[in-house]
């Protein structure tokens, strides 16, 4: 039997125990289907200021862009009330929004299987944001396509607010239960032309991004919004936080990104290969966790080969890094040596430049 109390649903057993739920959900854990909510995890950047300009990942899990040509923002983990946070800052005022130039500010793809069962359901996005000016910020919803939006636009003051909505889903908001897009979020967005509606509150046939009335903040230079404490929940009432382990966090997100680099004096040394040819070697890298797909490759920064058996003090350049051949648990690398002086059949290493440089990256974004 279900009763209750101030709001909260409590649950009666026949033994006489009583079992609170939270939003009419499970009594705790695995409530929040936003990862990185806290904005803890930020492999790629740290707490750098990075200038956004194409759609780009930042802190883990959040993707911004400016396609206007006009303007500056910066991306950047920062802090907020003791906690880390997700900032965006217009270093320089953008002009121009008309027609299909965008500025996205903060942006969730959530996966499929994450929340495929909240098809036809109230669900609520909760956070704290943290603002220099006084408006309307604009919160979007989008199907799995884009093809479909629901905007809201909350009432945001200078300095710190705790905003929460409830929006109904659609019965075929997320397309499949599967590994590709589920719900998509939008916090912030700037936007004066074909992605602005003017309906609120309900469902429209249109890829919307922020209404009519919303404030277009980024137009005026040093605005920011500093995020924090994202969740987006079953129900319709925002319950408080859900604070997961740093190392659940963690492998949450590096099923989307995994980064090796800059963790020694070399920047990154990868698993035993074998030189195949005088120029040639293969290198297999276990990924941390199972990616969503089979993940792309790229490396920033110098590295080189080092023989385990002849070289005493140092390795080969490397003139390419690619990808060979990948699956969601394991790739394999292909280091390449120019000048043929690689010494066949002996296991060599893959060494990055410095602590500072010489990163490799595995990308498996939606």
């Not at 499929?112 to 609520?124: E, I, Q």
């Not at 992605?195 to 009335?213: I, K, P």
């Not at 800059?262 to 290198?283: H, L, N």
């Amino acid at each position: 039997m279900t009763t209750t109390i101030d709001g909260t649903n409590v649950s009666t057993f026949a033994a006489g125990v009583t079992c609170t739920a939270l939003n009419g959900g499970q009594l705790g854990g695995n409530r929040n289907r936003i990862n990185n909510g806290d904005m803890r995890i930020s492999q790629r950047h740290g707490t750098s200021a990075v200038t956004v300009t194409t759609q780009t990942y930042f802190v883990d899990q959040y993707l911004s862009s400016n396609t206007t040509g006009t303007g500056t923002i910066t991306a950047q983990q920062s802090t907020l009330d003791g906690a880390k946070s997700f900032k965006i800052l217009a270093t320089a005022a953008i002009t121009d929004l008309s027609v299909d130039k965008t500025a996205h500010a903060i942006q969730q793809r959530t996966e499929a299987y994450n929340t495929y069962d909240l098809n036809s359901k109230t669900v609520t996005l909760s956070f704290k944001v943290q603002t220099n000016w006084s408006g309307n910020l604009p919160i979007a919803f989008h199907n799995t396509s884009f093809g479909r939006s629901y905007i809201v636009d909350v009432s945001v003051s200078s300095g710190t607010n705790t905003i929460s909505t409830s929006v109904p889903l659609e019965a075929a908001t997320i397309a499949a239960n599967d590994n590709n897009r589920g719900v998509i979020v939008t916090i912030g967005a700037n936007q004066e032309g074909n992605a602005r509606t003017g309906t609120t509150g309900s469902w429209v046939a249109t890829t919307s991004l922020c209404s009519t009335s919303s404030t277009q903040w980024m137009k005026t230079i040093n605005n920011y919004i500093n995020v924090t404490e994202i969740q987006l929940e079953e129900g319709s009432v925002a319950t408080p936080f859900e604070h997961r382990s740093y190392g659940e966090e963690l492998a949450l997100c590096q099923r989307y990104f995994q980064t090796w680099g800059g963790d020694t004096a070399y920047g990154f040394f990868g698993g035993v290969s074998s030189c195949t040819t005088t120029s040639t070697a293969f290198m297999p890298l276990l990924c941390e966790v199972e990616m969503r797909a089979n993940p792309s490759f790229t490396y920033v920064g110098a590295a080189s080969v080092f023989d385990l058996r002849n070289d005493a003090n140092g390795g080969h350049a490397l003139t390419q890094l690619a990808m060979d051949q990948s699956t969601r648990k394991v790739v394999s690398i292909t280091l390449t040596r120019s000048n043929g002086d690689l010494t066949v059949n002996v296991p060599s290493q893959l060494i990055g430049a410095n602590s500072t440089v010489g990163r490799l990256h595995l990308i498996a974004e939606l």
